[in-house]
């Protein structure tokens, strides 16, 4: 059972502040997973129902993971950008500047998941931040797939003889969404994993764990300065979608790796994706080992500075 969520004091000292390294290995280990979890969703199929497409956009359960556990601000920048790293650059799938679209949804809609958990082991909290995660990331889409075709830089895909189909189907297309990537692959992985992970896989980064008692608030500098950098990210999302349509192959790069090789080719991004999480991984031992080497050495030589000292007298 998990233990309640103990109340926050004034008083209440705040969690140390993460290196500068340990920032770099949550945001590589956010990136480098999720990157992975894409690269499993292309080979996923996918059910057409008329002109209704049912698939799992994400498995958003490995970036909820990351942003439950760890920091939520450094795995909400890796996470989306694992996607345009080994599935669109490698995959030869990178829309330009349309990417930026994507990753500031994406950013947005984990971050706010990640801060609306205080305690990762209870479970409705890793439920809202799933359903959090997903709800911001499709609805912010549809808004701009909506805005695209209201200003004409985009065509829409209407239902014969149903001129307003355009509503239906981002509705359709949100709903779908959120109760496949939001729910079954999701909120429920989540739910089963987070609780598990909790203070098992820090230590192994030289983290502690998410103190309950010290959440990370949503709204650091104030809940109008966070609406407005919402605002702006979603404004600039926008202006980048309306960019890569208005602006043909406004850097676009598509040199087409899986039609020529196959779905075998998936595998060069799987190994790279590897080789950076291992080579991480290592760093991060290599590092911490080295600290824990310097510390001792550092308390040892102290304790012979005590000894050495004359008796009555300060070893300072």
């Keep these: 059972m998990p233990t309640s969520t103990p109340p926050r004091t004034p008083g209440a000292l705040r969690?140390?502040?993460l290196s500068s390294g340990q920032k770099l290995m949550v945001f590589v280990l956010s990136m480098t997973l999720f990157g992975l979890a894409n690269i499993v969703t292309e080979v996923l199929?996918?059910?057409?129902?008329?002109?209704?497409e049912l698939s799992v956009a994400y498995l958003?359960?490995?970036?909820?993971?990351?942003?439950?556990?760890f920091n939520p601000l450094h795995a909400a920048l890796g996470a989306p950008l694992g996607e345009i790293v080994f599935v669109d650059l490698l995959m030869g799938d990178f829309s330009g500047i349309g990417e930026l679209e994507g990753y500031l949804q994406m950013f947005l809609g984990l971050y706010i998941g990640g801060?609306?958990?205080?305690?990762?082991?209870?479970?409705?909290?890793?439920?809202?931040?799933?359903?959090?995660?997903v709800t911001v990331d499709k609805m912010l889409s549809a808004v701009v797939d909506i805005g695209k075709v209201w200003v004409g830089v985009a065509d829409a895909e209407y239902v014969e003889g149903l001129p307003?189909?355009?509503?239906?189907?981002?509705?359709?297309g949100f709903g779908t969404?959120?109760?496949?990537?939001?729910?079954?692959?999701?909120?429920?992985?989540?739910?089963?994993?987070?609780?598990?992970?909790?203070?098992?896989?820090?230590?192994?980064?030289?983290?502690?764990?998410?103190?309950?008692?010290?959440p990370v608030p949503l709204a650091q500098r104030g809940t109008a300065a966070f609406a407005l950098l919402a605002v702006v990210l979603s404004f600039v999302s926008m202006i980048a979608a309306f960019t890569s349509e208005i602006v043909d192959n406004f850097g676009v790069w598509e040199p087409g790796f899986i039609d020529q090789y196959g779905p075998r080719f998936l595998w060069i991004g799987v190994s790279a994706a590897l080789i950076v999480l291992a080579a991480s991984v290592a760093a991060t031992r290599f590092?911490?080992?080295?600290?824990?080497?310097?510390?001792a050495q550092d308390a040892g030589a102290q304790a012979e500075g005590a000894e050495d000292a004359p008796a009555g007298r300060d070893p300072r």
Excluded: W
């Design 15 to 17: 969690p140390p502040e």
């Design 45 to 52: 199929p996918e059910i057409h129902i008329g002109p209704v």
């Design 60 to 69: 958003a359960f490995v970036p909820v993971v990351m942003v439950a556990l």
């Design 115 to 133: 801060c609306l958990v205080r305690d990762p082991r209870r479970r409705p909290q890793l439920l809202l931040a799933a359903l959090a995660t």
């Design 164 to 172: 307003q189909s355009v509503l239906l189907l981002e509705g359709i």
């Design 177 to 214: 969404d959120l109760f496949i990537s939001g729910v079954l692959f999701g909120a429920l992985p989540a739910m089963a994993l987070a609780p598990r992970l909790y203070g098992k896989i820090e230590p192994l980064l030289g983290l502690a764990p998410r103190d309950p008692g010290n």
């Design 287 to 295: 590092v911490l080992r080295s600290r824990r080497e310097r510390s």
